[in-house]
């Protein structure tokens, strides 16, 4: 095998692993376990290494074997046609064994490298996200807030990786991501409806095409992050830089979900997914700045 031909299977294998997504993943996981270092006598860089790397793995398999798993439903959708599987660029057999294999590793670096609480938590996530939500996309809208169950683990997983157990700081830096994502969602959803109705995945704005019932969640869920976004103000976790610092963010993006919930188009949809993007490591830059987790 040449050089080039192995870098490009590198690059396909790399690809399965949605590096963008699991870098997100890895932020929040990192802002659970700052917080989490509270508890802790000392800051452990030992368990925050193998944390980081063992999320690292299983979120990298799982997207693997989510893409396996999805292949023939992504072979039909414009924006998910050019991934490794649907071009045969990985064949299914290799992205299942890929997937598997990092999986395998992820779950056991985060149980014998950190503790068994954090591997657990990420074994659930997995679990949810590939047997529960993966298979409803295609059955409910509802997968939308089943998924939103292991998309917000991460800073779970930091926290426990950091202190070995979890409480009500736990809960609300899981709270914010829960909520955060369903705008991001909804908005990604109202964008490729198209595509998701060609693939039979049963998304919003696909079973309720005219836009009012997604427009109005995204503003819905854009309103109830504000005040959960404030939380670690009045709860000792961070300061008034970040008390006012939140406000200004979740402003930006409520205006965008107020737009999106009163003109249904795509550039209104992309002002949200734009808004949520930016939203999310500004707010986590504000609990590294301000934030009482050290």
């Not at 490794?84 to 290799?94: A, F, Y």
Request: positive net charge; hydrophobic residues 50%; aromatic residues 12%.
């Amino acid at each position: 095998m040449t050089d080039r031909r192995m870098t490009k299977r590198f690059s396909s294998f790399a690809e399965l692993t949605k590096p963008r997504i699991t870098s997100f993943i890895l932020m929040s996981a990192a802002i659970g376990f700052m917080f989490g270092s509270r508890l802790a006598p000392a800051w452990n860089w030992f368990a925050l290494l193998n944390m980081l790397a063992g999320t690292g793995l299983l979120a990298s398999g799982t997207a693997a074997l989510n893409q396996w798993y999805e292949n023939e439903g992504d072979a039909l959708m414009r924006r998910t046609r050019g991934r490794p599987i649907p071009t045969g660029r990985v064949s299914t057999r290799e992205g299942l064994w890929f997937g598997v294999a990092l999986s395998v590793l992820g779950f056991a670096d985060l149980c014998l490298g950190v503790n068994v609480l954090t591997g657990f938590l990420g074994l659930f996530t997995l679990v949810t996200y590939l047997f529960i939500y993966t298979p409803l996309k295609r059955r409910s809208p509802v997968s939308t807030t089943i998924g939103a169950i292991p998309g917000a683990m991460p800073p779970l997983i930091g926290y426990a990786a950091a202190s070995g157990r979890l409480n009500f700081e736990a809960g609300i830096l899981y709270a914010i991501l829960f909520l955060w994502q369903f705008p991001h969602f909804y908005a990604i959803a109202w964008m490729y409806r198209e595509d998701y109705a060609r693939a039979g995945i049963r998304m919003l704005p696909v079973v309720e095409p005219d836009g009012d019932s997604t427009g109005r969640r995204i503003l819905l869920f854009s309103l109830a992050l504000v005040p959960m976004s404030l939380a670690p103000a009045f709860f000792s976790m961070a300061g008034n830089v970040y008390l006012y610092g939140a406000l200004v963010l979740g402003a930006l993006v409520v205006v965008a979900g107020f737009r999106a919930a009163t003109q249904h188009s795509i550039l209104r949809a992309r002002q949200v997914l734009l808004a949520s993007v930016v939203y999310l490591p500004l707010l986590y830059g504000l609990l590294v700045i301000d934030g009482k987790g050290v």
